[in-house]
């Protein structure tokens, strides 16, 4: 917070732009008074502040949007994507109100596709009718309670179906392990020892269930291999 004050206090910011969860980097959560204390400041020097919800977003934390876990946070844009089209290609940008709206606006190459739009109301559907955002609420909390009795895992951090664990190694060989002898694919992260995980948000606990035992199994391998050399 002190870096951004110092920063912005020069006045020639125009934006701020920080994710719902910091996705890429190794699953970050944003300190809630952090954030409203930004968005505070960004007020204060008239910046505005941008919300890049295209990882975190469309119920992926349990919230619509990562942002909603903090109370009062209002971002000027967000940034989405990924989720609107569950697999077709699809971005979007929404504005608040007190930007007006005038013909020539935004301007885009593929802006307004009339398929893009059909399959992102469809999803959005989809997502109503079966409570996919509370299912990533309830499925995610039991899966970092699971998460939090392997000792192996040095650090647990997310929301939701949005979830990054912390090794004291890097988990390169770990991550080889679950994708071709358990065949579960994980994701990695610019931090080496974190695993990143987003499966589905339709996951159920039997899901769940099976994924702590293929983890238990690849870490064991992991701790044979090492004993082995």
């Known amino acids: 917070m002190d870096a951004a004050k110092k920063i912005l206090s020069q006045g020639d910011v125009a934006a701020v732009i920080i994710e719902g969860i910091q996705g890429i980097g190794g699953i970050y959560v944003p300190n809630p008074h952090f954030l409203q204390e930004l968005q505070d400041l960004?007020?204060?020097?008239?910046?505005?502040?941008?919300?890049?919800?295209?990882?975190?977003?469309?119920?992926?934390?349990?919230?619509?949007?990562?942002?909603?876990?903090?109370?009062?946070?209002?971002?000027?844009?967000?940034?989405?994507?990924?989720?609107?089209?569950?697999?077709?290609?699809v971005?979007?940008?929404?504005?608040?109100?007190?930007?007006?709206?005038?013909?020539?606006?935004?301007?885009?190459?593929?802006?307004?596709?009339?398929?893009?739009?059909?399959?992102?109301?469809?999803?959005?559907?989809?997502?109503?009718?079966?409570?996919?955002?509370?299912?990533?609420a309830e499925v995610g909390s039991y899966l970092l309670d699971e998460l939090a009795k392997v000792e192996l895992i040095k650090e647990i951090r997310g929301e939701g179906l949005m979830v990054g664990m912390e090794f004291d190694f890097n988990t390169t060989e770990l991550r080889k392990n679950l994708l071709f002898d358990e065949k579960v694919f994980v994701g990695s992260s610019s931090n080496p020892n974190v695993i990143r995980l987003l499966p589905a948000l339709c996951l159920g606990i039997k899901e769940v269930d099976i994924f702590m035992e293929k983890l238990d199994q690849a870490l064991n391998k992991l701790e044979l291999e090492e004993s082995n050399n």
């Open 91 to 136: 971005g979007g940008l929404l504005i608040h109100p007190k930007f007006k709206a005038k013909h020539g606006m935004l301007g885009t190459t593929f802006g307004g596709s009339h398929l893009a739009c059909a399959a992102s109301i469809a999803v959005l559907d989809v997502m109503y009718q079966e409570r996919l955002v509370q299912n990533a």
């Open 42 to 89: 960004c007020r204060l020097h008239n910046t505005m502040l941008i919300l890049d919800e295209i990882q975190s977003g469309y119920g992926r934390s349990g919230c619509f949007f990562a942002f909603q876990h903090v109370p009062g946070i209002e971002p000027d844009l967000i940034t989405i994507a990924k989720g609107m089209g569950n697999g077709f290609p």
